[in-house]
């Protein structure tokens, strides 16, 4: 939400307090700069990891000149600072994502498949919500209550594509990500068709 970073930042600038942003999931998949980069908001410290290096286990810590001093204060280890492979595999992913066209490819496939779900919801009478960046989406069918693990509708609407060859989660985020091709999501789509039949045979429209 665009006004409630905006609103965060004016507070934290106000206050003289440290605005610290938990970008372990969106960072890297929307903007180079961190996913607050694309409203124009800058934190003082971003925690990453999972893109960081494309699945490998690695995360990083980044953060402003002004708290470098801070920082090197405190004392940190951990087992697996000198990993080699997890920081080639980062050096790897971060190259990609700027000299390719990997973060546009990502946002482009993201809305194929929005637009391709929202329009088969509409046809079939069923009736979801589709939230969050189109480059990982989270997907609610009205009726489901997913604060309370009350998700009939997603369990049987995940499970049908399953069957027929698309992983799908029934209650978390969807993540895409630049091998995803627009075949890919055409295929996909052609399952969701079918699965989404099968959540109004067994819960009726909306």
């Given at each position: 939400d665009p006004r409630f970073a905006r609103g965060v930042r004016e507070l934290c600038d106000a206050t003289g307090a440290v605005l610290i942003l938990d970008d372990v999931r969106a960072g890297f998949r929307l903007h180079l700069g961190g996913s607050w980069a694309t409203l124009g908001i800058e934190?003082?410290?971003?925690?990453?990891?999972?893109?960081?290096?494309?699945?490998?286990?690695?995360?990083?810590?980044?953060?402003?000149?002004?708290?470098?001093?801070?920082?090197?204060?405190?004392?940190?280890?951990?087992?697996?600072?000198?990993?080699?492979?997890?920081?080639?595999?980062?050096?790897?992913?971060?190259?990609?994502?700027?000299?390719?066209?990997?973060?546009?490819?990502?946002?482009?496939?993201?809305?194929?498949?929005?637009?391709?779900?929202?329009?088969?919801?509409?046809?079939?009478?069923?009736?979801?919500?589709?939230?969050?960046?189109?480059?990982?989406?989270?997907?609610?069918?009205?009726?489901?209550?997913?604060?309370?693990?009350?998700i009939r509708r997603a369990k049987l609407f995940a499970g049908e594509a399953a069957k027929r060859g698309v992983y799908l989660h029934p209650a978390h985020n969807w993540f895409l990500c630049a091998a995803h091709s627009e075949d890919d999501i055409g295929r996909a789509l052609e399952i969701t068709d079918e699965a989404f039949s099968k959540v109004r045979a067994g819960f009726g429209g909306s």
């Open positions: 934190p003082d410290i971003s925690a990453y990891s999972k893109a960081i290096a494309n699945g490998y286990a690695l995360a990083a810590v980044a953060g402003s000149d002004r708290l470098r001093d801070a920082a090197a204060s405190i004392f940190a280890t951990g087992s697996f600072w000198f990993a080699g492979v997890a920081m080639a595999a980062s050096i790897a992913t971060l190259t990609t994502l700027r000299t390719s066209d990997a973060l546009e490819h990502m946002e482009r496939v993201g809305a194929l498949l929005r637009d391709g779900l929202c329009e088969q919801a509409r046809s079939h009478g069923v009736r979801i919500r589709y939230t969050g960046p189109v480059q990982m989406p989270y997907l609610i069918f009205e009726g489901d209550e997913p604060a309370r693990f009350k």
